[in-house]
Structures are given as C-alpha cells and as structure tokens.
C-alpha cells in the first residue's frame, strides 16, 4: 500500500497536468493493472504550487547537470591540496552543491 494514497489530491493535479503514467508504473512493478485510478474517482485534483518547478527552461537543466561536474572539480582540488574556492570563484554559488 504505497504513500501516494495519502495524497489522492496531489496525484489527480499531476495527472490531469503530465498525463497518464498506468504504464510505467506497470512496467516498473508498482501497479498490476490500471485498477489504482479506481481510488482517484471523486478526488478533486490540487493544482496549488509545486514545491519544485513543473517544468525547467534550458538554463535550469544545465545548472542542474553542472553542479555534479563543480562537485567533482572541488572533490579533485581538495585531494590536490588546493583551496577549491578559488578554482570557481567564477562559479555562482548558488551552482555548487552545498553537501560539498
């Protein structure tokens, strides 16, 4: 019994909003059949805010891919010994994972 029952509303509003997805959750083993949508009969879809963007422009999809190339690049410069900060202070901040 998974989780997303607790948040009926949550998946009517992606649904309604991405599309259908009985087939990958088939595929994957989550679901048998399509017989889960039953439990979303009468719901009434949330369409409020996402805590992540619904969808991500060009530049968002490259800071998300890069931040795992600056990760590395510190990871390598601290093994050298030397000061990452200053390799990419070129780098805005807000790109360098801060688990790093």
């Given at each position: 019994?998974?989780?997303?029952?607790?948040?009926?509303?949550?998946?009517?509003?992606?649904?309604?909003?991405?599309?259908?997805?009985?087939e990958?959750?088939?595929?994957?083993?989550?679901?048998?059949?399509?017989?889960?949508?039953?439990?979303?009969?009468?719901?009434?879809?949330?369409?409020?805010r996402?805590?992540?963007?619904?969808?991500?422009?060009?530049?968002?999809?490259?800071?998300?891919?890069?931040?795992?190339?600056?990760?590395?690049l510190?990871?390598?410069?601290?093994?050298?010994?030397?000061?990452?900060?200053?390799?990419?202070?070129?780098?805005p901040r807000?790109?360098?994972?801060?688990?790093?």
């Amino acid at each position: 019994m998974g989780r997303w029952r607790d948040h009926r509303s949550r998946v009517a509003g992606q649904l309604d909003l991405h599309g259908p997805i009985t087939e990958d959750l088939v595929t994957f083993g989550y679901e048998d059949d399509d017989s889960w949508r039953q439990e979303l009969e009468g719901v009434t879809p949330y369409r409020g805010r996402s805590h992540h963007s619904e969808y991500f422009s060009r530049t968002d999809l490259w800071v998300r891919r890069s931040m795992g190339y600056v990760g590395a690049l510190i990871v390598l410069a601290r093994r050298m010994g030397v000061e990452p900060m200053r390799l990419v202070d070129w780098i805005p901040r807000r790109w360098i994972p801060s688990q790093i």
